[in-house]
């Protein structure tokens, strides 16, 4: 049988690895690649999700305390809990005009994302 042919730089006999090593290492590193990009891909989807239930809870803190403040009365929209907001919300928020309870789970852009 034929010896198997090293790659290197140097002459025969001197260390190197065969072309077979090498292709283990490059799937090795590519399947690595792809496990990482899906982890990354779970933790900005983990961001997005906590996000906006921050700002779902910062909504549903503002309608309860216009709600405090005004006997009872819920807030008619956005505007009226302006007031009792520090950041305006980036998304559109509604809530039910008996209890006060916000509807959906992520306002328009990302209905049924998380859930509170």
Not at 33 to 51: D, E, K, M, N, S
Not at 62 to 67: G, I
Not at 86 to 91: F, G, N, S, Y
Request: charged content about 15%; glycine content about 12%; overall charge negative.
């Amino acid at each position: 049988m034929k010896a198997i042919r090293k790659i290197h730089s140097g002459r025969l006999g001197e260390g190197g690895f065969t072309l077979i090593e090498l292709l283990v290492v490059i799937g090795i590193l590519a399947a690595l690649a792809g496990v990482v990009t899906l982890a990354v891909g779970r933790f900005i989807g983990a961001g997005t999700c906590q996000a906006c239930l921050t700002q779902r809870h910062n909504v549903q803190t503002a309608v309860v305390a216009y709600m405090a403040q005004n006997e009872g009365e819920v807030p008619a929209d956005m505007d009226a809990i302006s007031a009792y907001m520090v950041d305006e919300p980036t998304e559109t928020w509604t809530w039910d005009a008996v209890t006060g309870e916000i509807d959906q789970t992520c306002g328009d852009q990302h209905p049924g994302v998380c859930t509170p």
